[in-house]
């Protein structure tokens, strides 16, 4: 049986990665993905999407937390969610 590469399309104008980065993950049924890394909002937000090789497109933001657990924010950690999520919001509707 051959193996069929799948060809890579550009990535998005805004994508932080090296530029042609290869599929990244194959899923339960067989299609390969990849993730595209987007701005960063502040100190938890990050902006990105992922990319089936059968062409569909997810955009997001996730919020990151390092080490920390979701409900044991600070309040630093709130205001910073606070003043950046609207921007992560914004990006989001204009980049979809
Ligand atoms: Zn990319």
């Known amino acids: 049986m051959a193996t069929t590469l799948t060809q890579l399309t550009a990535c998005p104008p805004w ?56 409900n044991d924010l600070s309040v630093a950690d709130l205001l910073d969610l606070a003043a950046h999520t609207v921007a992560a919001a914004e990006w989001l509707e204009a980049n979809r």
Request: net charge negative; proline share 5%; with cysteine.
């Open 15 to 70: 994508c932080t990665l090296e530029p042609g980065h290869p599929w990244d993950s194959i899923h339960d049924d067989g299609r390969q993905s990849r993730g595209h890394g987007g701005p960063q909002f502040g100190r938890f937000l990050f902006a990105g999407s992922l990319e089936m090789e059968t062409g569909e497109v997810t955009m997001d933001v996730e919020i990151h937390t390092e080490d920390k657990q979701v």
